[in-house]
């Protein structure tokens, strides 16, 4: 059994907490634990991606700063990252924006961004 814990290679005190309780209730479920397996934290909550349009996408290559958190609700043309060329930061940073509105979800954890990446779903 295994579990990616909050992804983009690197562990939150938050996210090992959330996976340990949820393999525990998990091996409960199954019997391979007895007693009462720790509570949930939250209700799982299901969430689908419907098109392309969902995805914001870096336009420029640079340096990728987010400017919305995971969990946050957002609206068409709401801002997600500013790009700062690095090649000439004198420029002002492309602004990256959502086109539908939703949930952010998923966030690239790369420093660099170049146009084939997805920055935010």
């Known amino acids: 059994m295994s579990t990616e814990i909050a992804g983009g290679g690197q562990v939150t005190p938050t996210a090992l907490?959330?996976?340990?309780?949820?393999?525990r209730r998990v091996l409960a479920k199954v019997g391979a634990l007895s007693g009462e397996p720790p509570p949930?934290?939250?209700?799982?909550?299901i969430m689908q991606v419907r098109g392309q349009d969902y995805y914001v996408y870096a336009l420029d290559p640079g340096l990728f700063e987010p400017l919305v958190e995971l969990g946050d609700a957002v609206e068409p043309g709401t801002p997600a990252a500013l790009i700062h060329p690095h090649d000439t930061p004198w420029r002002e940073?492309?602004?990256?924006?959502?086109?539908?509105a939703g949930t952010v979800f998923a966030r690239a954890s790369l420093a660099a961004s170049n146009?084939?990446?997805a920055s935010f779903i």
């Open 115 to 117: 146009e084939a990446i």
């Open 93 to 100: 940073p492309a602004i990256a924006a959502f086109g539908r």
């Open 17 to 23: 907490r959330i996976m340990e309780s949820g393999i």
């Open 40 to 45: 949930a934290a939250a209700k799982t909550r």
